[in-house]
DNA sequence: ATGTCGTGGACGCCACGA
């Protein structure tokens, strides 16, 4: 089974090149983040097209998750239960079970800045996402969480960490919150590059940030030990990056022998 | 070097978020 996560900023403004790329690398199951629509403007049919169901959460301009999947969709979770609001709770998690494996895909908060109100929702969606996960956990040994996470959870998952000395995605606050995810038993799939040496999945678009290969890892795959375990090969897609018209981020996508 | 995108409101640009 081929599972993958992509924030693909917009998927009205990305409707070609996410069929294009559907049908080159067809996943079983795509965890999106970053949909930028409601729900009854996602391109259902579009998708349909190519055999995908589609769970969406989302709320109109901004944020938005969805799960598409060849392989089922069962136990369809939107949001995060108890969870926090800026002020409103907002699209930002959607869960399903797709092919025996229950998959989390999670857009978390930006943080906008050390101490900003956003940064302290940030940590409090992260303590949240937490323990639901645990929860889960309690039910099933196969889950992934997968999506933007915002936080590059080392020095080496950023191009340059001085550069982010005083930013958001490398605090140490916001590297607890993802450490703790691991605290559960998850296991960080770290993909591989197509290219250079570490397997970034952001570039900014300013500055010729891809061009020069000035990325981030903030795109993460954190599975149980029996999905970890199930891995033939995980690398980032950079070519999505690449062209006319590409999503700021790259696509993860993880090949699983699940037997 | 805050240099680029995407969205949507009230327009042919601006505010906002990333």
């Not at 092919?99 to 101490?115: F, I, K, Q, T």
């Not at 149980?224 to 891995?231: D, L, W």
């Not at 995980?234 to 062209?243: F, S, T």
Request: charged residues 20%; negative net charge; aromatic residues 8%.
């Amino acid at each position: 089974m081929r599972i993958a996560t992509w924030n693909v900023n917009s998927v009205v403004a990305r409707l070609p090149r996410l069929l294009e790329w559907l049908q080159d690398t067809a996943p079983d199951a795509l965890c999106l983040q970053e949909t930028k629509v409601a729900d009854d403007g996602f391109p259902t049919d579009a998708v349909a097209e190519l055999g995908y169901q589609v769970a969406t959460h989302g709320d109109g301009r901004w944020n938005g998750v969805a799960i598409l999947s060849k392989v089922g969709l069962d136990d369809v979770v939107r949001g995060l239960a108890g969870g926090p609001g800026y002020p409103d709770p907002e699209a930002r998690a959607v869960a399903a079970g797709c092919g025996g494996v229950r998959l989390w895909s999670v857009y978390v908060p930006n943080g906008r800045e050390p101490g900003h109100d956003h940064y302290h929702y940030k940590l409090a969606w992260l303590a949240s996402l937490l323990d639901v996960v645990a929860a889960d956990l309690e039910r099933t040994d196969r889950l992934a969480v997968m999506g933007d996470f915002n936080v590059a959870p080392t020095d080496a998952d950023v191009w340059d960490p001085a550069v982010f000395a005083q930013s958001t995605h490398v605090t140490p606050p916001e590297r607890a919150a993802v450490q703790a995810l691991l605290g559960t038993g998850l296991v960080d799939v770290v993909p591989r590059p197509l290219k250079y040496d570490y397997p970034f999945t952001y570039w900014d678009y300013r500055a010729g940030n891809f061009h020069k290969n000035l990325g981030m890892r903030i795109d993460l795959v954190y599975a149980t030990p029996s999905v970890a375990g199930a891995v033939s090969d995980a690398y980032v897609d950079r070519e999505a990056r690449k062209g006319k018209g590409p999503s700021d981020h790259a696509p993860v996508v993880v090949d699983l022998d699940l037997g």
